[in-house]
């Protein structure tokens, strides 16, 4: 592995080309201790010549100038570590280089690793995320008008006069997938190795759902087991008990995840929670609470994962206390509503943005959004004139 931190390595141009991605990486040097963990010199060298978009290894052939059986050995061995991702379809291997999130930071904590000092690897994670004053890494992440991610809503709490989309019900998505699987939790297997363990006792293996060609790549690397349908919906049942969060892609077609989130592990809910409230998509629903049932004993707080509900003390001529929704940060997911004895929770429909329909059109939207689609636009372009010469 690496640990080189000298400016003229490949660290540097490997940060400038994770920062095209619509999630980048803001330079520090935390960061940078990081990928000297995660890539070696040559392994920082071929990532930083990977196009935008996925590529033959012909193509990486060109781009690095290596010969094709090292260059191959190379990515096979990125692939194991979950820094490439590697597909074949019609004849060829494609690869594409993974993001650092939702990418390769990730997948560093998502099996068992003894090629990585993965004690050392969660204290720089954790301050690399959390540890910046300035919070580049949130803005980073949550700051664009367009989420990366989005929030599903338990079904059973929905209005039974609401006609609920394929795309809002995280049965149907699991249903609808061509192959899933199951994994470890990156987030709480990165805080077991910071001595710490989740607050409502949910699981750090077998609880992250992947779902089609994600899927594919992480059981053929050991980042998850293959799992039926029947089966992966009894994990998200077993979710639901636990009252954890459904966060899955902001896409409508074929999203490639479902994750379990609780709000004292995710990184995701706990971007919401330092003060990025728009930065998770929300459901079309958000929380009601009766006011003339509730009684105030706080549980549906506790069980929230986004700090959503706040307790109002007896006052201005109200004999009792309440609870109040803080519909800012209401994600929507329903996932307090059982915990109320008064039954004073429901979930009332909601207007939000549109669902990008593919991960291409969030990619691109983001990206616009952030300044940076043309770079993307461009390498686009020159991949299919470079494979349209080929074949002509």
């Known amino acids: 592995m690496g640990h080189h931190l000298d400016g003229k390595s490949n660290i540097v141009p490997l940060i ?86 939702i990418g390769f930071f990730e997948f560093s904590f998502m099996k068992q690793r003894n090629d990585l000092p993965v004690a050392e690897l969660a204290q720089l994670m954790h301050e690399y995320l959390y540890g910046d004053p300035d919070q580049q890494m949130g803005r980073e992440f949550f700051g664009s008008k367009t989420p990366l991610t989005r929030t599903l809503p338990y079904e059973e709490h929905i209005p039974v006069d609401s006609q609920v989309a394929t795309y809002e019900s995280a049965r149907e998505i699991i249903k609808g997938a061509s192959y899933g699987a199951i994994g470890m939790c990156y987030c709480r297997h990165k805080k077991e190795h910071l001595n710490q363990s989740c607050d409502k006792n949910a699981p750090t293996r077998e609880i992250c759902i992947s779902l089609g060609t994600a899927a594919k790549f992480m059981v053929r690397r050991g980042f998850a087991e293959h799992r039926s349908k029947e089966q992966l919906l009894v994990i998200l049942a077993q979710a639901r008990d636990l009252k954890l969060t459904h966060i899955t892609d902001n896409i409508r077609h074929k999203p490639s995840f479902i994750c379990n989130c609780c709000s004292c592990c995710c990184e995701l809910l706990g971007g919401v929670k330092q003060g990025f409230p728009m930065g998770i998509a929300k459901t079309n629903y958000t929380l009601q609470i009766n006011s003339e049932t509730c009684i105030g004993c706080g549980l549906c707080k506790k069980a929230c994962n986004v700090t959503a509900l706040e307790l109002l003390d007896a006052e201005n001529g109200r004999k009792k206390k309440r609870m109040q929704v803080l519909f800012d940060n209401c994600l929507g997911c329903g996932a307090c509503i059982s915990s109320c004895p008064t039954g004073s929770l429901s979930l009332i429909p909601a207007q939000r943005p549109q669902i990008p329909e593919k991960k291409k059109d969030l990619f691109q939207q983001i990206l616009k959004e952030k300044k940076r689609l043309t770079p993307f636009v461009i390498s686009g372009m020159k991949n299919r004139i470079r494979r349209a010469l080929r074949m002509g």
């Open 16 to 101: 400038d080309r994770l920062n095209k991605y619509p999630i980048g990486l803001p330079d520090t040097d935390t960061l940078r201790q990081i990928l000297a963990i995660l890539f070696s010199e040559d392994e920082a060298y071929v990532a930083s010549r990977f196009p935008l978009t996925e590529a033959t290894l012909p193509e990486l052939v060109k781009a690095t100038a290596w010969e094709p059986e090292r260059l191959k050995n190379q990515l096979e061995a990125m692939a194991e570590k979950g820094l490439v991702m590697d597909t074949a379809y019609g004849g060829k291997t494609y690869y594409l280089l993974m993001p650092g999130l």
